[in-house]
């Protein structure tokens, strides 16, 4: 039995107490670390400089915080309300203060994205590898702690706990260290009642760690990032992108706002097809192609790294609903229809002929058969004979007899066991959460979060995972993409990291190796920086994350260049297709002078207008019924989206000399007022020094 600690003090204690030296602390990402503990060991050892802590992790999320004062003004009450006591980690604190000390080392293998561009110490820690090594790495760095917050149900001999969000790094640590002979390491559980209670491969009893740690303490607010808006240009890559999954495929999206764009663009297709058919129309010039457009019959399976709020969307419209079942062979007669969800007498045939129960049936065959819910729970096998509430049967399929009886009395109704969506970890706003928690046992069961090298890749389970990811769509984003198909997703040319490569890699591989998969890298056309825009498909870059000797499909704001098995000048020849029109001359003059594109090609007219305006005019009459901006609501109110679009539109100005001086002048001459509870939340309700003066005047002429 584990040991049960009341007092996260205690648990440190008793953890540095039987890790006498140096402690190398792995912990899963993002809200499956058990801050509270984490920040108690770390100070510990920030206060005694004999000892020393090494801490392996990633996304380690801290609460936002504004750039400027009047950021932090506005952000104060909307972080109180929708993070309440959600911790900080102190170590990411001292981290981006530059003040973390010189015996304890932070190794991260994912950054939250952007916010460690400049900061040395954590650029140089950086582990650059794929997620899917992530334990083989932590074991190589030595770990001897890992720690993990955890959902509890029940008490005493009945409790039970649940990995929640994570279920991937302390499995795979610790198989990994048992398989190489080695048991040294200290696992750590820190219930958190706040975590949503996921079953299956999630669930573990307490003895799968040597320290429970009870303390109140450990439950707190669950990091949970907004929705954010999603624009015309998402939902232009959303919409191209769901034309892509066909009905009884799988599908991967991300996080943020084109996760959403594509999962509403899915609701829309399923929902408002016609709607849905004629908006693709529009947005593809009627060159639609092999493009998917009908609704779903079957339906999808999710297999993602992340579940996201999106999926579980599609979860609840209908979408994300094709069960898979944990079995290659009974998986494989699904999906050539030879057997259905229904069971009868055929589901039997059907298994004997593939091989997968004999003619006489064997236990083992009677608890496969009781599993799936083909046989009725209670059939048992015993001395060549089947049992059922006091009927007996012979065991022989050939016995006609005995195979009436089976489907007279025998065999259930349905198949049981099926998963709709198979997880990494989680993340997402705070209903996203909630309704998680409050899912019924029978909703539950069909989400399963597993074991992230299952998830990534195919190594584990080859057999199952092939056949269950019929179909695949993994869709990822990318920063840039090349003129050849390379895609930068994760850094900067100078070095610079700006995420990670996280398990894109592993999708696109996986899309490469899998029958009927794709990999489709989605990214903007352009990007805007101190007012100048710039074309995100490019000649070349110094950095890359996708060789292009993996590409595949590439969509953009303009269309979908499909890529797979195309000669080099193809390739540019679709990715011009889909760049911004602005950049379309040099770009293929550069793919000429460079001989990869012969001298007399000329672009079609038809992708000449590939501009934000003519998008812009073409979806605007859609946007309120089907395009909303917040298609799955939003934390923020009325009145901060309002601030927060004058906000945007000050930053934006401040990065353009020129349109800064225009917003100063048509601020300082203009009669306009500002709600006097929007200047008092932004900190300029009083203001009387000339930069706050100035401020405010820009606020009130950016509304």
């Known amino acids: ?44 050892i920030k206060a005694t400089p004999a000892r020393r802590l090494k801490i392996i992790t990633a996304l380690s999320l801290q609460k936002p915080v504004g750039g400027s004062e009047i950021e932090r003004h506005f952000l104060a009450p909307f972080v109180e309300r929708v993070f309440g006591d959600y911790p900080d980690l102190d170590y990411v ?48 760095h030595g770990v001897n702690l890992l720690a993990q917050a955890v959902s509890v149900h029940g008490d005493g001999d009945r409790m ?20 190489a002979g080695e048991n040294k390491v200290l696992t750590v559980a820190v219930l958190n009642q706040h975590l949503p209670f996921m079953p299956r491969q999630a669930e573990v009893a307490p003895d799968f760690f040597d320290l429970v740690v009870t303390d109140a303490v450990g439950t707190h607010a669950l990091f949970a990032p907004p929705n954010m808006k999603v624009s015309v240009q998402d939902y232009a890559i959303g919409l191209h992108a769901s034309s892509l ?25 399923e929902q408002h097809n016609d709607a849905y058919r004629r908006l693709l129309a529009t947005l593809s010039r009627g060159q639609l192609g092999e493009r998917h457009l009908g609704e779903f019959e079957q339906g999808l399976y999710g297999c993602s790294e992340m579940f996201v709020n999106g999926l579980l969307r599609l979860i609840e419209a209908g979408v994300v609903k094709r069960e898979v079942y944990d079995d290659a062979v009974l998986q494989r007669l699904l999906n050539h229809g030879h057997i259905s969800q229904v069971v009868s007498g055929h589901t039997l045939r059907r298994l004997h002929e593939a091989g997968r129960i004999g003619n006489s049936l064997s236990a083992d065959d009677v608890a496969f058969l009781v599993h799936f819910g083909i046989f009725k729970p209670g059939v048992q096998w015993r001395d060549e004979q089947l049992h059922h509430e006091g009927q007996v049967c012979s065991a022989r399929l050939d016995d006609a007899d005995a195979f009436l009886h089976i489907e007279r009395a ?61 179909r695949a769509c993994f869709m990822n ?72 000797h993996l590409r595949d499909m590439v969509v953009t704001e303009y269309g979908v260049a499909d890529l797979r098995g195309q000669s080099d000048a193809e390739v540019i020849k679709r990715l011009l297709a889909v760049a911004d029109s602005r950049f379309q001359d040099e770009l293929m003059e550069t793919a000429k002078a460079n001989g990869k594109l012969e001298q007399s090609y000329q672009l079609p007219d038809g992708v000449r207008r590939n501009l934000p305006e003519v998008l812009v005019a073409g979806m605007v009459p859609w946007q309120q019924a089907y395009l ?41 001459f203009t009669d306009k007022e500002a709600p006097p509870a929007w200047l008092a939340r932004l900190g300029l309700d009083e203001a009387s020094d000339l930069k706050n003066l100035l401020l405010r005047k820009l606020f009130v002429g950016n509304l």
Not at 5 to 20: C, F, Q, S, Y
Not at 162 to 179: H, K, M, Q
Not at 440 to 463: G, P
């Open 628 to 668: 909303p901006d917040f298609p799955f609501g939003t934390d923020f109110t009325a009145e901060e989206l309002a601030i927060i679009e004058a906000l945007q539109r000050m930053r934006q100005a401040s990065e353009n000399p020129l349109e800064l001086v225009a917003a100063a002048l048509k601020g300082l």
């Open 245 to 269: 999954i066909s009905d009884g495929g799988t599908l991967q999206i991300g996080i943020g706002a084109l996760g959403d764009a594509i999962a509403q663009a899915l609701i829309l297709r």
């Open 410 to 470: 025998l065999l259930g109704e349905r198949l049981r066991g099926g998963v709709c969506l198979h997880g990494g970890f989680f993340l997402g706003p705070n209903d996203f959460y909630q309704r998680l928690r409050q899912m019924s046992e029978q909703e539950l069961d069909r989400i399963e979060m597993h074991r992230i090298d299952f998830i990534n890749q195919l190594d584990v389970q080859h057999a199952l995972a092939s056949v269950q990811r019929q």
């Open 160 to 179: 039970r706990l649940s990995l929640s969000s994570n279920p991937d790094l302390t499995f795979e640590v610790l198989e990994r260290l048992r398989a």
């Open 1 to 44: 039995m584990p040991l049960f600690l009341d007092r996260m003090d205690a648990a440190v204690d008793e953890v540095l107490a039987r890790l006498p030296g140096d402690i190398v602390l792995g912990t899963p990402l993002g809200i499956g670390k058990p801050n509270p503990f984490i920040n108690r060991l770390y100070q510990r």
């Open 477 to 548: 984003t990318t920063m840039m993409v090349t003129l050849l198909g390379a895609a930068v997703s994760d850094g900067l040319e100078n070095g610079q990291l700006v995420s990670g490569v996280g398990g894109q890699y592993n999708f696109v591989a996986m899309a490469h190796a899998l029958p009927c998969a794709r990999s489709i890298l989605m990214l903007r056309a352009t990007r805007e920086s101190r007012g100048k825009v710039s074309s995100n498909i490019v000649w070349n870059y110094g950095h890359t994350t996708i060789p292009r």
């Open 93 to 140: 604190l001292d981290l981006r203060a530059g003040k973390l000390p010189a015996n304890v080392e932070v190794l991260e293998f994912f950054l939250k994205t952007g916010d460690y561009l400049g900061n040395a110490e954590a650029q140089q820690s950086y582990i650059c590898t794929n997620y899917t090594f992530v334990a083989r790495d932590m074991a190589l």
